[in-house]
């Protein structure tokens, strides 16, 4: 599995926006990137996946380099209950793919 | 949005017991299951993943015949930790996938995790 290389830990002020960056120089071209973030004592939850383009949703934007080679998770406004380890996952279909967690990007949230 | 929950959320159990942890997929049915395991302070690691009426597929270095996994329905994959010890004392989560008509679901659900403590 491609590698993904992520800082151990960042901090926001609440409602300011988050960019977490994300490094996968060695993906191949039919890996999807995934995001999941999981909150203290619960499971993973997904965020966001994309291949090539910039994608939005309702919680997230995810922005994607030309190159693939590096992308960045983009919380619009933070909140307290945005805190959490965020995983940036390289899969080819992080559905029926079992998924390889790094050690993420701890986010605090201050108020 | 797909719910997948586990039971129980917690359990401190003795040394040398079993433990059994369900995990249902509760509005989608799926074939595949993953289990993964996760101590304090680290990264969630694959332990199997859980086939529909087959039998599961273990990582490396983990022992199938401690970790039971039995698949025996589409919204149903049970993990028993077999005489367990203290070292197994750990967070246990499982995710599962939809499948929209032939098609995998590009995401996995994952549940809320169970917790074992074993004394």
């Known amino acids: 599995d491609a590698k993904t290389t992520q800082p151990n830990s960042m901090e926001s002020n609440e409602e300011e926006p988050v960019h977490l960056p994300c490094n996968h120089s060695?993906?191949?071209?039919?890996?999807?990137i995934h995001w999941y973030r999981q909150l203290p004592s619960q499971g993973p939850e997904y965020v966001i996946h994309?291949?090539?383009s910039n994608v939005n949703n309702r919680m997230a934007s995810l922005a994607i380099a030309e190159d693939r080679k590096s992308s960045t998770l983009i919380l619009h406004r933070a909140t307290l209950r945005d805190a959490a380890v965020y995983y940036c996952?390289?899969?080819?279909?992080?559905?029926?793919?079992?998924?390889?967690f790094g050690k993420g990007t701890r986010l605090s949230v201050i108020a | 949005g797909a719910v997948v929950s586990q039971h129980p959320s917690w359990v401190i159990c003795k040394s040398g017991t079993s433990v059994k942890i369900e995990c249902r997929s509760l509005?989608?049915?799926?074939?595949?299951m993953f289990w993964y395991r996760q101590f304090p302070k680290q990264s969630l690691m694959l332990m199997a993943t859980s086939n529909e009426g087959s039998k599961a597929t273990y990582e490396q270095g983990v022992e199938k015949d401690k970790f039971l996994i039995n698949h025996a329905s589409l919204t149903l994959s049970t993990l028993t930790v077999t005489s367990a010890h203290p070292e197994d004392s750990s967070f246990y989560i499982c995710?599962?996938?939809?499948?929209?008509?032939?098609?995998?679901?590009?995401?996995?659900?994952f549940g809320p995790g169970t917790r074992l403590t074993v004394l």
């Open positions: 996952i390289l899969a080819l279909n992080s559905g029926n793919t079992p998924l390889v």
């Open positions: 060695t993906i191949s071209g039919t890996d999807y």
């Open positions: 994309g291949l090539t």
């Open positions: 509005d989608f049915q799926a074939t595949t």
């Open positions: 995710s599962a996938n939809p499948v929209i008509g032939d098609q995998p679901y590009n995401e996995q659900f």
